[in-house]
């Protein structure tokens, strides 16, 4: 899995680099088809900031989620939960995807 990170007015350091690999790379134990994870760090005036996480999945949609927090290192935390509980949810529907018997 490929993790890229941008940032938006921030700039991006070894140490938020290594915080974010290190949750990103937790991931795909709930969703073994996820290729790249695209992250996106924006800081605004008002000192907080927004993180933005896009799953890419080999024949699904996008999934999306965002954290906002004064502190980026939170973000990424607030961040993976959303990303885990979107993935789990995923793939759960497909696994108990039930069809209709044939007759």
Excluded at 4 to 21: K, L, N, P
């Amino acid at each position: 899995m490929d993790t890229m990170i941008t940032g938006r007015h921030f700039e991006i350091t070894e140490a938020i680099h290594a915080h974010a690999q290190d949750k990103m790379a937790k991931l795909p134990r709930y969703y073994d088809r996820l290729t790249k994870v695209e992250l996106i760090v924006e800081k605004s005036d008002d000192h907080t900031y927004r993180v933005e996480g896009i799953c890419h999945i080999d024949g699904m949609d996008h999934m999306v989620a965002t954290a906002s927090d004064g502190d980026v290192y939170h973000c990424f935390e607030l961040l993976a939960k959303k990303l885990e509980r979107q993935l789990t949810d995923a793939k759960e529907k497909i696994r108990n995807h039930k069809h209709s018997p044939l007759n």
